[in-house]
């Protein structure tokens, strides 16, 4: 079963607004990834922030990890239509070396 | 590019056939992750390699899933009589170091359908 659970599960944008999507987990980690899929790129890491960060930048993307809430955020400024695709967390265990994804947010930027 | 290659990109088998699906990862990478994705959901994990050793295999759904690394590079997922259930893309990653706590490099998938 997976770790984590994104919302919302679908979000739909103008260009150039600002994008945020949620990610909630489970069990106690290492680490947080963001991954983005669509058709023509398959999946890409985005971003890693460590359990012992709160926040970290990456160009457009922001991401934020509160580990007592189990709970990390990807905001996306200046959204494109380029954008336009599934966004997951991941996360690792510290128990073993499983992998897990959440259920991703679909993420539609309309130009 | 040398990016993570996965093959046949399609596969249809029929219920109760075999199949082996394929994965080049990036030279030189330690790790190899095999995943499980559902049409409309993220990507399950099915097993993880460190070279050639399967650290992991606690996310294969049934006996009839079977990962190998022989020669710690390529390696090969094999579903022995498949079942529709089985229907999904197949996605394998590579990862440059050990452990799950670094960036993974994904192949395009194979996507099997199983009649």
């Known amino acids: 079963s997976q770790q984590g659970e994104e919302d919302p599960q679908a979000l739909s944008i103008q260009e150039g607004e600002n994008a945020t999507m949620n990610c909630s987990y489970k069990?106690?980690?290492?680490?947080l990834q963001w991954y983005r899929q669509n058709s023509g790129r398959g999946l890409v890491h985005l971003i890693l922030?460590?359990?012992?960060?709160r926040e970290k930048h990456s160009g457009r993307l922001r991401v934020t990890l509160d580990t007592s809430k189990k709970s990390s955020s990807l905001l996306i400024t200046a959204s494109r239509a380029a954008d336009t695709a599934s966004y997951f967390c991941?996360?690792?265990?510290?128990?073993?070396?499983?992998?897990?994804f959440g259920t991703g947010t679909s993420l539609t930027v309309i130009p | 590019g040398a990016g993570v290659s996965q093959s046949p990109r399609y596969k249809v088998a029929k219920r109760g056939q075999d199949v082996a699906l394929r994965c080049d990862p990036i030279?030189?990478?330690?790790?190899l992750f095999w995943y499980q994705q559902a049409l409309g959901q993220g990507p399950e994990f099915l097993t993880y390699?460190?070279?050639?050793?399967?650290?992991?295999k606690s996310g294969l759904p049934s006996d009839r899933f079977f990962a190998e690394r022989p020669e710690g590079s390529v390696s090969t997922l094999k579903i022995q009589r498949t079942q529709q259930e089985d229907s999904a893309v197949y996605l394998c990653?590579?990862?440059?170091?050990?452990?799950?706590?670094?960036?993974?490099?994904f192949g395009p998938g194979t996507r099997l359908t199983v009649l």
């Open positions: 990653a590579s990862s440059l170091v050990a452990g799950q706590q670094n960036e993974q490099f």
């Open positions: 069990t106690s980690i290492n680490n």
């Open positions: 922030i460590r359990s012992n960060e």
């Open positions: 991941a996360t690792d265990t510290n128990t073993g070396n499983q992998f897990y």
């Open positions: 030279s030189g990478h330690v790790s």
């Open positions: 390699f460190q070279n050639e050793a399967q650290l992991d």
